[in-house]
């Protein structure tokens, strides 16, 4: 399972390593050490609270968050196969896209629940580049 550091985090959720330190520190976001001593999120953990971040709605410490041409980072939140195609879903802070794409797709990126990818959107259609 992939793991990400607090800034990491921070970026993946749009908001500042401040922010995302200060949840850590609240419980908001369960965190372990790696041998380094740097704080470490689970992907499925940051998946979850990035989905429970964007429906709780924007806080006062949230900053906003832009999208660069057409470029959405994020975390994959979910992963639906069927027997031809698939959907997949990524949180890119407040922002929820969903795509749909062949399973061949999916299954050559390996995208699973808690990675990293990018969404980009260029007309009607989103693509997503794993990172």
Do not use: C
Request: charge should be negative.
């Amino acid at each position: 399972m992939q793991s990400y550091t607090i800034g990491q985090a921070a970026r993946l959720l749009g908001v500042s390593p401040d922010t995302a330190r200060r949840w850590a520190d609240a419980g908001r976001v369960t965190t372990h050490r790696d041998e380094g001593g740097r704080r470490l999120i689970d992907g499925r953990d940051l998946a979850a609270f990035s989905v429970e971040l964007a429906q709780s709605g924007p806080g006062d410490e949230d900053e906003p968050y832009t999208s660069a041409r057409n470029a959405f980072p994020g975390i994959v939140t979910a992963v639906k196969l069927g027997d031809v195609a698939a959907q997949v879903e990524i949180q890119a802070g407040p922002h929820r896209l969903v795509s749909l794409l062949t399973r061949e797709a999916v299954e050559e990126l390996g995208l699973e629940v808690g990675m990293q990818a990018t969404a980009r959107v260029k007309s009607t259609n989103v693509h997503i580049d794993r990172v």
